[in-house]
Nanobody, 120 residues
């Protein structure tokens, strides 16, 4: 199983970016997908998660600015980020809890990370 993240880059404060993360490989089901971020010198933190395609939760500091969505057909999760702030600068990682075969338990997989830099 592989998770391929994309969409990071340099954006000015107040701008927008959309991150994508596609899961591929031997996938039976995906229980949940999420985005984490890690800023220099800080611990990795959960930014947003989506479970069952319906239930979502967000880091308080991004509520109202970020949305998370999922395309079941493409095994892809998106993070739409608006009104970006310099403090959103970080490497963003996608995570998915995936079951690889019927009857197996789910385990977590990580993408490679994509850098988001918010600066003027």
């Amino acid at each position: 199983v592989q998770l391929q993240a994309s969409g990071g880059g340099l954006v000015q404060p107040g701008g927008s970016l959309r991150l994508s993360c596609a899961a591929s490989g031997s996938i039976f089901s995906i229980n949940a997908m999420a985005w984490y971020r890690q800023a220099p010198g800080k611990q990795r933190e959960l930014v947003a998660a989506i479970t069952g395609g319906i239930m979502t939760n967000f880091l308080d500091s991004v509520k109202g600015r970020f949305t998370i969505s999922r395309d079941y057909a493409k095994n892809t999760v998106y993070l739409q980020m608006t009104s970006l702030k310099p403090e959103d600068t970080a490497v963003y990682y996608c995570n998915a809890r995936i079951t690889t075969a019927q009857g197996m338990g789910a385990r977590g997989y990580w993408g490679q990370g994509t850098l988001v830099t918010v600066s003027s």
